[in-house]
């Protein structure tokens, strides 16, 4: 069974990078026809997807996120990670990844950050 | 690319049915998905491509799609239904939109 794990800081300082890691388990990274996707939730509000990425480098984020987000893998290690510089409250949200193909199949539990000084 | 527009609430007795719609889904394709989420759970799919169901999900759960609406419909309402419901669908150019959620309470 295919599983996935959120791991980083859970504070990050405004103005600062907030990083993120999804640690791919039970199946294989670099599977065809399977993007890998990071989506946030604010507390008390909706899923926003945030980017998504194709294992042989490709991706694709948000409009509204695209100036500040990198989404990145490291293929040997089946993980891959968000980025988010400049961050502020705003950006204070439980971060989950995800396997998408079309649709999220599987799901982290999810990592909650929050931007605080 | 706009998020897709859901009601905020919906709510019926057990055994009732009860339907989500989820407004602003392309109709030239039907990579439309539904995800309950229960508190302080990571969300859980329900419904793939319109009207799929992944193994395990009960069939009281079934989707539909109509033009640029899609639809959520939970059958033989029961208490571990009550959740939150989120429908998304690709928007084109690899760009994927969420609707803002329905609370789902079972009376």
């Known amino acids: 069974q295919l599983q996935l794990q959120e791991s980083g800081p859970g504070l990050v300082k405004p103005s600062e990078t907030l990083s993120l890691t999804c640690s791919v388990s039970g199946g294989s990274f670099t599977t065809r026809n399977y993007y890998w996707a990071w989506i946030r939730q604010p507390p008390g509000k909706g899923l926003e997807w945030i980017g998504s990425?194709?294992?042989?480098?490709?991706?694709y984020y948000t409009p509204s996120l695209k100036s500040r987000v990198i989404i990145s893998a490291d293929t040997s290690k089946n993980q891959f990670s968000l980025e988010l510089n400049s961050v502020t409250a705003a950006d204070t949200a439980v971060y989950y990844c995800?396997?998408?193909?079309?649709?999220?199949?599987?799901w982290g539990q999810g990592a909650l950050v929050t931007v605080s000084s | 690319q706009s998020a897709l527009t859901q009601p905020p609430s919906a709510s019926g007795s057990p055994g009732q049915s009860v339907t989500i719609s989820c407004t602003g889904t392309?109709?030239?394709?039907?990579?439309v998905s539904w995800y309950q989420q229960h508190p302080d759970k990571a969300p859980k799919l329900m419904i793939f491509?319109?009207?799929k169901r992944p193994s395990g999900v009960p069939d009281r759960f079934s989707g539909s799609k109509s033009g640029n609406t899609a639809s959520l419909t939970v059958s033989g309402l029961q208490a571990e239904d009550e959740a939150d419901y989120y429908c998304s669908s690709y928007a084109g150019s690899n760009i994927v939109v969420f609707g803002g959620g329905t609370k789902l309470t079972v009376l």
């Open positions: 995800a396997r998408y193909h079309y649709f999220f199949d599987f």
């Open positions: 392309s109709s030239d394709h039907n990579y």
């Open positions: 491509e319109v009207n």
């Open positions: 990425m194709y294992y042989t480098g490709g991706t």
